[in-house]
């Protein structure tokens, strides 16, 4: 067997015979470079500097840095982030996980309902946003209370928004977990007795844990970079209780004209999402990938 | 050889794809990088205006001036932009850090400028006023002198003006024997005879927060007189500690601990229609709102905009050094010209078209109240004259025009000052604290 590049002769190939290219990445690879690579090296380059919008950068050195480590703002912002993150998790969780497994099984009108579910993550975000903004107005909406002017009200709106818009998304994975659950551990279950409940939190829980953990990270990775709700339902308010570290960006970059305090920002949350998703792998043992079919 | 497809088109081959492909990157990268620059094509100006309704007046303006003389003479045509309403300023912004900034872009005088004014990138269009009878003579002079930083002019007026107004519900007043108040002492009890009828006595657009803003504008003035916040205008934070500034956060205070503007005002938008909406079904008896409220509730709910919309000035504050004749808002919106036009001719002539009579008829025939000095003859032919003259005699009798503090200052002030204004009404911060924190900007 002729040795490729790249290919060790003793790992095994995935593909079976021939191993694909190097040349085939390139396309992805200029995309991410383009795109994702050169714009976070430019933010980080920004974040030393001073910048209005007009003219060049001015280096101002760690200014910018020593600003955000004693803005009260940061410390406010990075706690609304955490909270939201956890608390988004924790709802849409809960409920991806439930509609999931339901939605895997063979009941009557279970296709029709799943697909009216997936319905709202079909639309934008903005969209979505706009609606519930109209929907919690206090005179002409359908809850007469002050919710996006009080702390807790503004909040839960945004987990509750958020969550309306990706909870079909995550059932949609959840659905894809269970119906890969092997028929025989619950006819198996049945037999030694175990009813419904017992069933799911012995066998359908544990099998989607690789599952849960691609959805969480999906999830966590996600709040953190959740803007266009927070901008136009409630925009950082009331006062300063929801603004979330995207919308700081934001606000010093493109109400401020701060570019140099934005990418500042931009880069500390580059930084925190990286860490945070490799601590979640780390953790999970996602890395790994072990099987939930072990012993079987 | 091509070779034709059944329904008569070219198909096309690999190659030539890959090359129309590479030639459309190469043209687009060359024009982003060249020919669209300001100063490459001198005969095309273009002009970047608010995307609004109002707009109209602009477009007419444009085709009138690319069939006139003066547009031949100068040898150059406008090309106007629509640009859409929301984040203007941030769309600008970034044009004009660009290879394809506008040569002549609409703004709010003052504070939304002086970034581009400290960049070189705008012209000073002092002495071409000076030296033109019309610009010079076509004007109010304190409207022209607001679209002016640091004595020089930067602006040409071309929208109508836009004071703060207190609106009322004439049938709510009526039902309830009230009279429009002229001091803070009778709008206090005009408050207490409304709650006791169940009624907010104001409608807030609280979500918004520049509706907050203008209570304190208007506060700070009647309170301090127009010098409190010229001070801080010109970049002196600590002008936020005068006095009338923690007078004018008190009195706010008191206010929203009186319910003078509801419960839900926090979760009340202007700009999606609920705050004028309980206005003109007479939930809350008045509103404290841009002269622009008129023409909003003409479109929403007309019958209300004809028969019982109602108006007055901002009270006087007992004890207040602020004239009742003060006025707070925007003065108008104004032209400027990017230092790097291609074609100063052009634009210049183009401008001077909004000191004609022309402009002004579209102005008014719009329900807009032109800031020009031929403008009060033309009211007759306003879809409200009484309106219109009412609007025109406040603002040329004005001892003072304030402009509004988040356009006056600059951005990187004005975002944390409007948060700051947020937590005030939300109960966030005492007037203290809001004080302190204000002092601090800067």
């Not at chain 2, 419960?263 to 002269?291: D, E, Q, R, W």
């Amino acid at each position: 067997m002729p040795a490729r590049r790249g290919w060790s002769r003793s790992s095994p190939r995935p593909y079976g015979g021939a191993a694909p290219h190097a040349v085939w990445a390139v396309p992805g690879v200029l995309f991410f470079v383009f795109f994702a690579v050169a714009p976070m090296v430019l933010a980080v380059y920004l974040s030393f500097t001073t910048w209005n919008g007009l003219g060049d950068p001015k280096p101002v050195g760690l200014a910018n840095w020593d600003k955000l480590l004693r803005d009260d703002r940061l410390t406010q912002s990075l706690t609304v982030t955490v909270l939201l993150t956890v608390t988004s998790w924790a709802f849409q969780t809960v409920v991806s996980l439930l509609l999931g497994v339901w939605a895997a099984g063979r009941q009557r009108n279970r296709a029709i309902l799943s697909a009216i579910f997936f319905v709202p993550f079909l639309l934008s975000s903005t969209a979505i946003a706009l609606l519930f903004y109209a929907l919690l107005d206090p005179n002409f909406g359908v809850i007469h209370q002050d919710t996006l002017g009080s702390t807790s009200g503004a909040f839960l709106a945004i987990v509750f928004v958020g969550g309306w818009q990706f909870i079909p998304f995550h059932t949609l994975i959840y659905q894809g977990g269970a119906r890969q659950i092997p028929e025989v551990l619950y006819q198996a279950a049945a037999i030694d007795g175990a009813g419904r409940y017992r069933q799911f939190f012995s066998i359908t829980l544990p099998q989607l844990r690789n599952t849960a953990t691609t959805s969480s990270v999906l999830m966590i990775v996600g709040s953190l970079t959740y803007f266009e709700t927070v901008l136009i339902l409630t925009q950082g308010g009331p006062g300063t209780d929801t603004a979330i570290l995207p919308y700081l960006m934001y606000e010093a970059g493109f109400k401020s004209y701060d570019f140099g305090y934005a990418s500042a920002i931009a880069t500390f949350l580059v930084v925190i999402a990286t860490a945070l998703s490799l601590v979640l792998v780390r953790l999970t043992g996602f890395g790994a990938m072990r099987s939930t079919r072990e012993g079987m | 050889m091509e070779p034709n497809t059944s329904n008569g088109g070219r198909t096309f081959s690999r190659r030539w794809v890959l090359g129309a492909g590479a030639t459309t990157l190469l043209t687009t990268g060359l024009t982003a990088c060249g020919s669209s620059d300001s100063t490459g094509d001198s005969s095309t100006v273009t002009a970047f205006t608010y995307g609004d309704d109002a707009a109209k007046v602009q477009v007419k303006a444009v085709t009138r001036f690319n069939a006139s003389a003066a547009a031949k003479k100068a040898k150059g045509k406008i090309k106007l932009e629509k640009v859409p309403g929301t984040d203007y300023p941030a769309k600008l912004r970034t044009a004009m850090g660009s290879p394809n900034a506008p040569d002549v872009f609409f703004n709010w005088g003052g504070g939304s400028i002086k970034a581009y004014q400290e960049a070189n990138q705008l012209v000073d269009l002092t002495d071409t006023i000076k030296s033109d009878p019309v610009l010079k003579d076509g004007f109010l002079p304190s409207v022209l002198a607001a679209g002016a930083l640091k004595g020089k002019n930067y602006g040409i007026p071309m929208r109508g003006m836009q004071p703060v107004i207190l609106f009322y519900n004439k049938t709510v007043f009526a039902a309830h024997k009230l009279q429009p108040p002229t001091t803070w002492a009778e709008l206090l009890d005009i408050n207490k005879k409304l709650k006791a009828a169940d009624i907010t006595p104001f409608a807030l657009g609280g979500a918004d927060i520049w509706p907050e803003l203008m209570w304190l504008e208007y506060l700070v003035d009647r309170i301090g007189g127009p010098e409190v916040f010229d001070k801080i205008k010109n970049g002196d934070a600590s002008g936020w500690g005068d006095p009338a500034v923690l007078k004018a956060a008190e009195t706010v205070k008191q206010l929203i601990d009186d319910g003078a503007f509801g419960k839900g005002f926090s979760s009340v938008s202007y700009v999606n229609g609920g705050a004028p909406a309980v206005f003109a079904k007479g939930k809350a008896a008045m509103h404290l709102m841009g002269s622009w409220e008129y023409s909003t509730q003409l479109g929403k709910f007309p019958d209300f905009a004809k028969n019982n919309l109602g108006w007055f000035a901002f009270p006087k504050y007992e004890g207040g050094a602020g004239d009742i004749r003060n006025v707070v808002g925007n003065p108008t919106n104004y032209w400027s010209v990017n230092a790097r036009t291609g074609n100063k001719d052009a634009a210049i002539a183009f401008l001077r078209d909004c000191a004609s009579e022309a402009y002004a008829k579209e102005l008014v025939a719009n329900g807009d109240i032109p800031t020009t000095s031929n403008a009060e003859k033309l009211l007759d032919s306003s879809p409200n004259p009484e309106f219109a003259k009412f609007q025109y005699q406040m603002v040329q009798q004005a001892p003072a025009f304030t402009l509004s503090w988040d356009q006056a200052v600059d951005p990187d002030v004005s975002t944390p000052m409007l948060t700051e204004i947020n937590k005030l009404f939300v109960g966030k911060s005492s007037p203290a604290e809001f004080v302190s924190a204000l002092k601090g900007l800067k």
